[in-house]
């Protein structure tokens, strides 16, 4: 079955340093990969999409690569502030739900940017 | 700005009760979910619905669960005896089309005593 990993420990960066989140994926190869920002006790919030024959896509302090050898993809929160902190989810399509694919999460990586 | 309105935002119920809830789409969209998140656990599918039927459901989708377009506009979730084990947050989402972003809404928390 499908398997998405992304860094169970909270990551803790300074203001103004750039935050790097990894999301590694096995057994399948996804069409699309999408992240997410989750504040506690709200919904998950769509940041992201990257579709498997572009390598990087951009929005503003956003950056997402999407390596399809390595089953990697690389979020990256340039000149981090103290509102970034919040948890990231990466998520992934289920290959086998067609084109409204329902998506697998993983479990998230907690960012605390320090001022 | 969430493109979907879940109410209530907080149900506490008691074990063995219904209840149902509500999803309001801001525009005309015709997929929908349902997820869940336990308490400190992952975001986990529940059930998708197109062109007003149930076009996959998970495994925790049991019996229990039902789904409904009521007035064509509101998406509700129904659970027909609650269990301790369903307590979590519910997400509505939803997609305007075919490998697009999902859109979620921010939850109703339901507690079951």
């Known amino acids: 079955s499908q398997k998405i990993e992304q860094n169970s420990e909270a990551l803790n960066i300074q203001e103004g340093k750039t935050a790097t989140l990894t999301c590694n994926y096995t057994?399948?190869?996804?069409?699309?990969l999408q992240w997410y920002r989750q504040d506690p006790g709200r919904g998950p919030v769509f940041l992201l999409l990257?579709?498997?024959?572009?390598k990087e896509k951009r929005k503003e302090r956003l950056k997402v690569t999407f390596d399809t050898t390595l089953k990697q993809s690389l979020f990256h929160i340039t000149a981090s502030q103290p509102a970034d902190s919040a948890t990231y989810l990466c998520?992934?399509?289920?290959?086998?739900?067609?084109?409204?694919?329902?998506?697998?999460f993983g479990a998230g990586t907690r960012l605390a940017v320090h001022p | 700005e969430p493109e979907v309105t879940q109410t209530p935002s907080h149900q506490v119920t008691q074990m063995g009760q219904e209840v149902i809830l509500r999803c309001v789409p801001i525009?005309?969209?015709?997929?929908f979910y349902w997820y869940r998140q336990i308490l400190g656990q992952k975001v986990e599918f529940l059930v998708s619905?197109?062109?007003?039927?149930?076009?996959?459901k998970s495994e925790i989708f049991d019996d229990q669960f039902s789904v409904e377009r009521p007035d064509g506009s509101n998406f509700t979730l129904k659970i027909r005896s609650t269990k301790l084990e369903d307590s979590a947050m519910y997400f509505c989402?939803?997609?305007?089309?075919?490998?697009?972003?999902?859109?979620f809404g921010d939850g109703t928390r339901l507690s079951i005593l």
């Open positions: 998520a992934l399509p289920s290959p086998f739900s067609g084109g409204y694919n329902k998506l697998i």
């Open positions: 057994n399948y190869s996804p069409a699309y």
């Open positions: 990257i579709r498997e024959n572009e």
């Open positions: 525009s005309n969209h015709l997929y």
């Open positions: 619905f197109y062109n007003n039927e149930i076009s996959e």
């Open positions: 989402a939803i997609t305007q089309g075919s490998n697009q972003p999902q859109h």
